[in-house]
């Protein structure tokens, strides 16, 4: 790999991603549920109960972004927290 690939790899893997996610995005509106509920109901649903550092490192969220997250969808009735 040329080393011209290599720093543009990420930005490759980000423009790839907007790609995916602009087939997505109307989907979720629809549903109402923004993109980082939808990684967070698909590691639940996926992994089954999970602790909040483990959803953080799956979902790729910050500690802080997840806490208003979380608030929220339970608000909504798409999760429950349990201690």
Excluded: H
Aim: some cysteine; proline content about 4%; overall charge positive.
């Amino acid at each position: 790999m040329s080393s011209l690939s290599r720093r543009n790899l990420p930005l490759l893997l980000l423009q790839v991603r907007e790609l995916v996610m602009a087939r997505f995005r109307p989907m979720l509106n629809e549903a109402g549920v923004t993109e980082q509920q939808w990684r967070v109901l698909r590691a639940v649903l996926s992994d089954g109960a999970l602790e909040p550092r483990q959803i953080v490192e799956i979902c790729c969220l910050s500690s802080a972004s997840l806490v208003g997250i979380l608030a929220r969808m339970e608000d909504m009735g798409l999760l429950t927290r349990e201690r």
